[in-house]
């Protein structure tokens, strides 16, 4: 397994980077920590002309807590997060989602930026993004936009990122104190993508669900929000019609294909079961 | 100042002999990064080849046009099946008897199929030119499932086999039939059955799967044009058969190719057989005049070389209502791919199958098996197994299961009334076979005890009332499984390779200082026999093991052998390693009687050395031994010290074990969790008690594998579904459950030293283990069997049909 | 294709090739530098038997190019063995717990288990499966890789080891 050749670039800067893209357009694809782009370009399911390496913008690393929201520098690793105490303390759900991706190593080289601008419906942070409401600063060289996170994705690899931008930075608003927060993943083994999976953030108050959002992870061609089974949900105390009712609800949005997971049938079946933990977990989870 | 003599206790530690829990003398370079692999080899101006693969199932091949490629810089030359003919490779014999397709000629049968061969300087090279092949294809039907592979009209696969009514192994029924293998009695297995109180009938089918060696397959060859002489390395479980093959195929005299097997990363019978890249390689290296390697990636390896399995056994059994077997009869339909590239003893096409009756006490027992043809890759090895015992266990395995629940017996109560007794070994099975020892009751009750069996049961009942209630949506199973292998091919009178007897071989020298080297017709690919073979040797003639070379996989150095596959390593070399040494013991007994002026009759032998009987201070080491065999022999005796064995077995050996797993499956999700599993296996004498629970540890946990997710499919259209480490299913340390195993010691009578073999033992009873637990757990809702692989969704199916999501 | 000068420090040397951009870094390590330590298994980022320290970070060199590692300080299983000549505590462990069969996967474990034991000293059973889950093994069935970890921590942190191999 041997990619074809490309030629290498390196930009110390975001400009810099944004102008190579745009001078090699079509040809050019950029890489940021490599760990789903390499082994499809060594599979030479992609081939591209130019690799243009983000590794060594500075400015694309790092976590910043503001006073509503947190920023993660695109080319923040999912070891990283893990590591995070700010993010411990304030999205907890990164920290949880993380560490249910693939295995150490490419948790040390996956970056989230990398991880939600792919595009494939099988990156778990997509959902999470959605869960959590976030927006992603995509920079071109005529300038920079924000997009939401459940804006973004428009089909498998397709998104919002128009040709020549680059996803710089994710801004999550940060979830009321006391929420509640779960990423419930069935998969067959470690590294393998979800056989089916949801995220769920909540609040919960006087023992009922005030808000709540919920997204799946690999079980449409995007990763897709659950928004009438989060309002299923929402004023109950997730009795068991409330918990079979958002199942039911967020059954209808998916669309897994059949693979060797299992087939279509049994992965819609068991991401309502993944709806129904997750839900479950954040809702014991959260105080109020 | 005074020393004191070494106690008995320190001179038998200082051997470090057998049963002793010696560490690995290999781990010294592995743990260093300092083995030396097949792809480790750099040899000057060194080429690489690369494969070009067909994209299908079926297909015939109207032009392949190389031009592109051969523009790309760094490729040297392009191969393909004409050039082949050139020089009669273009098909080459597998060793089942068939022929197989070196490179694609005319077709291709199977998806990945080798098609051409591009040599370049470096990897990367070979691997843009192997991109810029152009295939033309014209597709044709595909037959994946071998239950349509016989059918009226279906496609013709074979085509150089049309007008062929007779294979290798007697009559062809049909195109696509391969050979029908038939044993037992009919007319009294018919008889048993129309008797019988009560009967099952149940297929049980044995999935298609790769023994995926972490180290995958590879060679270097290189042709000396001026010796004309050819040295191939390669990842090769028996090196001496592939100069055989080698030398057959190419016309290059035997003595002028040198086959060297250095460290192998694993093979559990991936690496018995010959591939196209081997082939590939030479002739590239003879038309180049360069050293040419091969490397495989990994999706080559699973969708191209040597699958296991596949295996469809209708299983039949008759039994007295009080629960006594009294019949067998077995049809299994075997896919064997587009070529039948078993790696069996010659006469043998379904293998040793015909250990079918398992450890039970059949009166009579019939088996026929159908091999046929299909679009798949070809192969049929036996993945960690002894040639289709796996198959047989599992099949028996079940089918004890399926007639106990018919009986509502429990069982493990039913294989105690059916186990063959202590006092019956040898015991001649229906099939023919003659089982050397076994104690199975002993076995079977020892883990039951340990697991708390009963206590077990009474829970499953109990949580099956919980489920029933609402309580939890787990349901608990428990897998009994006991199995007899049969491994240690094999004696000359019906085990052979290619008309080669299966026996095996060791050659010791002891040096003027009392060390010493053994040179082995085996070959380790982590069993560890540099290790356990000198432990042998050195209870046999006091030698310490650290004083011990072992030195196996260089056809110039090492005596013949067949290799190692099959659990035939101790069976048969550690037995030529114990007669070769006894070789030397006696001339060193000579020696001994010579040097302390007495009969040899009034010499003992005293752990490291002769002592006079009675006058126990009178002795002579092995160390002074060997030297006085180089200083000074006897008059009249050759100089020297040195044996060599080739042991040709008198039966084979028969270990057995009793398995029992626990698990709980989630009916929501299909995950099962394995909460226990125990292990006891009797594999005669132990050598190295730390080296068999290591090989007790891998392979429970390959079976684990197996029997939970490890399956090589195939589409409709021919295409492998999953062929790469993403769906195949390797578990890592976080799903493999936690082992715990135990040993009884029933040694082999016929045996030297009494060993039996254990490298394949928990693959063989492991899958049933689990099967057995699934199909457990959910026997209680109706379900009589559940086809392998159980991953998950399959669970979720079986929970779905009867009815446990309502 | 032109070719990229790489530098890099590999177990505490200078080391540095000539490479087309698409040179896999376990290529570089292996051919260049003909350090055969490391192994490649499966080539889709599954099995990190190309498992080195990068920087501090367990990485799968076969899934990372070489001119990604300009300027990085690599260590491979070469570099783990005292100048003396003596194991260090992981390679003894492997050893003595009968951590290894094959020795294809070794390694790239022992590699991870290195970077495992700097972030966590004292780790569980479970949190050592967990952190050697990117390295498949096909012989050992991890028990005693768990246990060959566990007795190199405990000689690292000073603690006498208590089990031996089964």
């Known amino acids: 397994m041997i990619p074809a050749p490309f030629t290498y670039h390196r930009p110390k800067s975001l400009a810099e980077a944004t102008g190579l893209l745009v001078d090699l357009k079509d040809e050019a694809r950029v890489v940021a920590g490599g760990q789903s782009l390499i082994p499809i370009m060594k599979l030479r399911l992609a081939a591209p002309d130019h690799l243009i390496d983000l590794a060594a913008i500075a400015e694309l690393k790092g976590i910043a807590r503001g006073a509503t929201s947190i920023t993660i520098g695109a080319m923040t690793t999912q070891a990283e997060l893990i590591n995070s105490s700010v993010l411990a303390e304030s999205v907890p759900i990164l920290r949880e989602t993380a560490l249910q991706i693939a295995d150490p190593q490419v948790r040390y080289q996956g970056t989230l930026g990398g991880n939600v601008a792919n595009g494939d419906p099988g990156n778990d942070m997509p959902a999470i993004m959605m869960c959590l409401d976030a927006s992603y600063r995509l920079v071109g060289r005529a300038g920079a936009r924000t997009v939401k996170a459940r804006d973004f994705y428009l089909g498998t690899y397709v998104t919002a990122l128009n040709a020549g931008e680059i996803l710089t930075a994710i801004d999550i608003p940060v979830p009321p104190a006391g929420h509640g927060f779960a990423y419930a993943k069935l998969k067959r083994k470690i590294g393998d993508y979800a056989t089916a999976a949801a995220g769920v953030v909540l609040t919960v108050s006087g023992g009922k669900i005030q808000t709540c959002a919920i997204a799946l992870s690999n079980l449409a061609d995007t990763a897709v929000a659950a928004d009438a089974a989060a309002k299923a949900v929402i004023g109950t105390a997730l009795d068991r019609t409330a918990l079979s009712a958002a199942a039911q609800a967020a059954r209808g949005v998916m669309a897994p294909a059949a693979d060797a997971r299992g087939t279509v049938e049994y992965r819609t079946d068991v991401g309502g079961t993944m709806v129904k933990r997750a839900l479950q977990a954040a809702f014991a989870r959260a105080k109020g | ?806 | 294709m032109a070719k990229t000068h790489v530098t890099m420090t590999v177990n505490g040397e200078p080391a540095e090739g000539l490479v087309e951009p698409r040179t896999l870094l376990i290529h570089f390590i292996r051919e260049n530098l003909s350090l055969t330590g490391a192994h490649i298994g499966c080539e889709t980022s599954h099995c990190g038997a190309c498992t080195v320290d990068l920087d501090g970070r367990s990485v799968k060199s076969c899934s990372m190019f070489a001119v990604q590692a300009q300027g990085a300080q690599i260590t491979t299983i070469e570099g783990m063995a005292h100048a003396d000549g003596t194991l260090h505590a992981l390679q003894e462990g492997f050893r003595m717990m009968h951590g290894l069969q094959c020795g294809f996967c070794t390694p790239g474990m022992i590699m991870r288990a290195h970077r495992l034991l700097q972030e966590n000293k004292t780790p569980t059973e479970d949190e050592i499966r967990f952190g050697i889950a990117g390295n498949l093994c096909r012989c050992t069935g991890y028990q005693n890789i768990v246990k060959a970890i566990q007795y190199a921590a405990d000689k690292l942190n000073g603690v006498p080891h208590k089990e031996a191999a089964e």
């Open chain 2, 1 to 806: 100042m005074t020393t004191t003599a070494p106690t008995r206790e320190q001179r038998e530690a200082k051997l470090e002999g057998m049963g002793c829990k010696r560490k690995r003398v290999e781990d010294v370079r592995f743990t260093q990064g300092k083995g030396t692999y097949v792809d480790d080899i750099k040899m000057p101006g060194m080429l690489y080849g690369d494969f070009v693969r067909s994209q299908h199932g079926h297909a015939r091949i109207k032009k392949i046009d190389a031009s592109k490629a051969l523009k790309v810089p760094g490729v040297v030359a392009v191969l393909t099946a004409k050039d082949l003919k050139g020089v009669n490779l273009a098909w080459m014999p597998t060793l089942a008897g068939d022929v197989q397709m070196v490179l694609a000629d005319g077709k291709v049968l199977f998806q990945n199929q080798e098609i051409a061969f591009v040599v370049a300087n470096d990897r990367y090279a070979a691997a843009d030119g192997a991109e810029l092949v152009e295939v033309e294809y014209e597709a044709l039907p595909v037959i994946v499932d071998p239950f349509k592979s016989m059918a009226p009209g279906a496609t013709v696969l074979r085509e150089d086999l049309i007008g062929k009514n007779t294979g290798a192994h007697g009559p062809r029924k049909h195109h696509n039939h391969i050979f029908e293998w038939v044993m037992g009695d009919k007319d009294l297995t018919d008889a048993a059955f129309n008797k019988a109180d009560v009967t099952i009938k149940e297929l049980f089918s044995y999935h298609r799967t790769h023994p995926s060696p972490l180290e995958t397959c590879q060679c270097v060859a290189s042709f000396d044009k001026i010796k004309s002489e050819l040295t191939l390395w390669g990842t090769f479980q028996a090196p001496h058969v592939i100069r055989t093959v080698a030398s057959l195929l190419s016309k290059i005299p035997e003595h002028k190719i040198h086959v060297i097997a250095p460290d192998i990363g694993g093979g559990f019978g991936n690496k018995v057989g010959a591939y196209p890249g081997y082939i590939c390689a030479i002739v590239a290296s003879i038309v180049t005049g360069k050293p040419v390697k091969w490397v495989e990636d990994r999706i080559e390896n699973l969708t191209s070389t040597s699958f296991a399995r596949d295996y469809h056994m209708t299983c039949e059994m008759a039994a007295t209502k009080e629960g006594k077997v009294t019949g067998l009869r077995v049809h299994v339909l075997a896919d064997h791919g587009a070529f039948d590239a078993c790696a069996d003893p010659s006469k043998w096409p379904a293998g040793f199958f015909n250990i079918v009756t398992g450890s039970y006490d059949f009166p009579v027992a019939h088996v026929a098996v159908d091999g046929v043809y299909t679009n798949k890759a070809p192969g049929g090895v036996a993945y960690r197994c002894s040639f289709r015992v796996t198959e047989a266990a599992y099949c028996i395995e079940r089918g004890m299961d399926v007639m106990a629940k018919k009986l509502g017996l429990d069982p493990a109560e039913f294989r105690l009334r059916n186990f063959i007794k202590r006092e019956q070994f040898p015991y001649q099975s229906a099939l023919g076979w003659e089982y050397d020892s076994g104690d199975y009751d002993t076995a079977m009750r020892k883990v039951m005890d340990a697991v708390d069996y009963a206590g077990l049961r009474a829970e499953q009942a109990a949580q099956r009332e919980a489920f029933k209630r609402g309580e939890t949506r787990a349901i608990m199973g428990i897998g009994v499984s006991f199995f007899t292998e049969i491994v240690g091919a094999g004696p000359s009178k019906n085990c052979d390779i290619l008309g080669v007897a299966m026996f095996d071989s060791c050659e010791i020298r002891i040096h003027p200082t009392g060390a010493a080297i053994a040179r082995m017709g085996t070959k380790s690919q982590g069993q560890g026999h540099e290790t356990t073979y000198a432990q042998i040797i050195a209870t046999e003639i006091g030698i310490p093991a650290a004083d011990i070379m072992v030195e196996e996989g260089n056809t110039d150095t090492a005596p013949y052998g067949l290799g190692t596959y099959g659990s035939r390593s101790t069976p048969v070399a550690g037995a030529a390693i114990a007669m070769a040494a006894r070789k030397i013991k006696a001339k060193a007994q000579m020696i001994a009687a010579y040097k302390l002026e007495v009969h040899e009759g009034d010499l003992e032998w005293d752990i490291d050395g002769f002592r006079v009987k009675g006058l126990p201070e009178k002795t002579m080491s092995m160390k002074d031994i060997s030297w006085a065999a180089y200083n000074s022999p006897p008059p009249n005796m050759e100089p020297g010290l040195e044996a060599v064995s080739y042991y040709d077995p008198p039966n084979m050996t028969y270990p057995f074990g009793a398995y029992i797993c626990v698990m709980d499956i989630d009916v929501d999700t299909g995950v099962a969790n394995i909460r226990r599993f125990y292990a006891l296996d009797d594999c005669g004498t132990r050598i190295n008690p730390m080296i068999i629970e290591g090989q007790v540890h891998g392979g429970l946990t390959e079976a684990f594998a197996i029997a939970m997710g490890q399956e090589i499919r195939y589409d409709e259209f021919g295409n492998v579904v999953g062929g790469s480490f993403m769906d195949f299913f390797v578990p890592t340390a976080v799903e493999t459950p936690k082992w715990e195993t135990d040993f009884t010691v029933t040694p082999s009578p016929h045996h030297p030293i009494g060993a039996k073999g254990v490298g394949e033992s928990p693959n063989v009873g492991g899958v049933p283990a689990f099967s057995n637990a699934v199909n457990d757990a959910f026997s209680f809702f109706g379900s009589t069997h559940i086809q392998m692989p159980h991953d998950h969704w399959r669970n979720w199916e079986a929970a779905k049909k009867f009815g446990l999501h309502a």
